[in-house]
Nanobody
Framework: QVQLVESGGGLVQAGGSLTLSCAAS????????MGWFRQAPGKEREFVAA?????????NYADSVKGRFTISRDNAKNTVYLQMNSLEPEETAVYSC???????????????????????WGQGTQVTVSS
């Protein structure tokens, strides 16, 4: 497994931007599919974005964040980022990153939107969007 630590959360006004970081350690992180999830109070955890292993050429987003959020990875820094623009108050949540090794070569990233697909989780970082 890989150890994950998120950072970059905070308070932002509606329409503002934040960039979250997820620092990974313990294994060769480029081998891992990385995902971002969020959980608002009283709600179930939901998928936000995922990026393929290796060079991260493939990405997948929840419909609700497409066009506003960007996931990226820097394998040299063992870090995955989530750039969030045009944030809305209903996006207030704890944001967590997760990692997993691909189940098989030639995988489809769309299969990695469920939290149960992931083996390692960070502790989460709070994002609060004020109206």
């Amino acid at each position: 497994q890989v150890q994950l630590v998120e950072s970059g959360g905070g308070l932002v006004q509606a329409g503002g931007s934040l960039t979250l970081s997820c620092a990974a350690s313990g294994r060769t992180t480029s081998a891992y599919i990385m995902g971002w999830f969020r959980q608002a109070p009283g709600k179930e955890r939901e998928f936000v974005a995922a990026i393929s292993s290796g060079d991260g050429r493939y990405v997948n987003y929840a419909d609700s964040v497409k066009g506003r959020f960007t996931i990226s990875r820097d394998n040299a820094k063992n870090t995955v980022y989530l750039q969030m623009n045009s944030l809305e108050p209903e996006e207030t949540a704890v944001y967590s990153c997760a990692a997993t090794r691909p189940r098989a070569p030639g995988y489809s990233l769309s299969a990695y939107t469920g939290g149960l697909r992931y083996d390692s989780w960070g502790q989460g970082t709070q994002v609060t969007v004020s109206s």
